[in-house]
C-alpha cells in the first residue's frame, strides 16, 4: 500500500519564477491539505482540498494556488517566488469519511529559492 | 484562537536515559483531536498516536506514554528507555472539529538527541 508520494524532492528555482509541486494521496484518501516547514518551524497549513475544491486556506498570499484531480492527487503552485518561500512543503492525505482526523504525510518537497 | 506550545526546544538524553516531552494546547471548542508525530531526518512526519478531547484515559504502546491532562491543557509524550533511534524533532499538533475542511495546528518542535 503506497502511502503518500510527492515530487520532486528537491528543487532549486530563482527569485520571481513560478513552481509546482504534486502529491498523490495515500490509496482510499479523497482529501488532501498542503503545509509549509520553514526551517526550525512547525508545518503551516495552507490549504485543503476536497472534491476538486478548496475547503480550508490558512493565512498565505494568493500566489499559493492549488488543484485537486479526479485522482485525488493534487499541485501546489507558487507564483512570483520569493526568498521567504524556501521551505519543505508536505502534503497530507486524509478521508473525509473519517472526517479528517488522522493525516498522513509524504516525504515532502524541499524547495530553495535563490 | 488555536494554538500549540512545545516549550523544548532541544533536549539531550544519554540512551536508556526516560525523557518526557512537554506540550500545551489553547482552543475554544469542546470537540478536538491531539496528535504527536516524529520527523526524522528524512522530513515526513510519522503519525505516533491521535487523541480525542472526550478520552483523557493516558495510554502506552510500548517505550512510549502519553499524559493527556485537560484541567492543564496538555498531552505530554514520555519515552522510556531511550535509543538512539528516538533521535528526532517531535511535534504536537492539534485538529479541531472534524469536519471538511479542518486544519492541523503545529507546535514549533521539540529536536531530541539521544546520545549512546
Known amino acids: 500500500d503506497a502511502g503518500v508520494t510527492q515530487s520532486p524532492t528537491h528543487l532549486i528555482k530563482t527569485r520571481g519564477q513560478q513552481v509546482t509541486l504534486r502529491c498523490s494521496p495515500k490509496s482510499g484518501h479523497d482529501t488532501v491539505s498542503w503545509y509549509q516547514q520553514a526551517l526550525g518551524q512547525g508545518p503551516q497549513f495552507i490549504f485543503q482540498y476536497y472534491e476538486e475544491e478548496e475547503r480550508q486556506r490558512g493565512n498565505f498570499p494568493d500566489r499559493f494556488s492549488g488543484h485537486q484531480f479526479p485522482n485525488y492527487s493534487s499541485e501546489l503552485n507558487v507564483n512570483a517566488l520569493l526568498l521567504g518561500d524556501s521551505a519543505l512543503y508536505l502534503c497530507?492525505?486524509?478521508?473525509?469519511?473519517?472526517?479528517?482526523?488522522?493525516?498522513?504525510f509524504g516525504q515532502g518537497t524541499r524547495l530553495t529559492v535563490v | 484562537a488555536q494554538k500549540v506550545t512545545q516549550a523544548q526546544t532541544e533536549i539531550s538524553v544519554v540512551e536508556k536515559e526516560d525523557v518526557t516531552l512537554d506540550c500545551v494546547y489553547e482552543?475554544?471548542?469542546?470537540?478536538?483531536?491531539l496528535f504527536w508525530y516524529k520527523q526524522p531526518p528524512s522530513g515526513e512526519l510519522v503519525f505516533l498516536i491521535r487523541r480525542n478531547s472526550f478520552d483523557e484515559q493516558n495510554e502506552i504502546s510500548g517505550r512510549y506514554s502519553w499524559n493527556f491532562q485537560k484541567s492543564t491543557s496538555s498531552f505530554n509524550f514520555t519515552i522510556t528507555a531511550s535509543q538512539v533511534v528516538d533521535s528526532a524533532v517531535y511535534f504536537c499538533?492539534?485538529?479541531?472539529?472534524?469536519?471538511?475542511?479542518?486544519?492541523?495546528?503545529f507546535g514549533t518542535g521539540t529536536s531530541l538527541t539521544v546520545i549512546p
Open positions: 482552543t475554544r471548542d469542546t470537540t478536538y483531536y
Open positions: 499538533a492539534l485538529s479541531e472539529a472534524p469536519s471538511i475542511g479542518n486544519q492541523f495546528y
Open positions: 497530507a492525505s486524509s478521508l473525509v469519511l473519517s472526517q479528517n482526523t488522522e493525516a498522513f
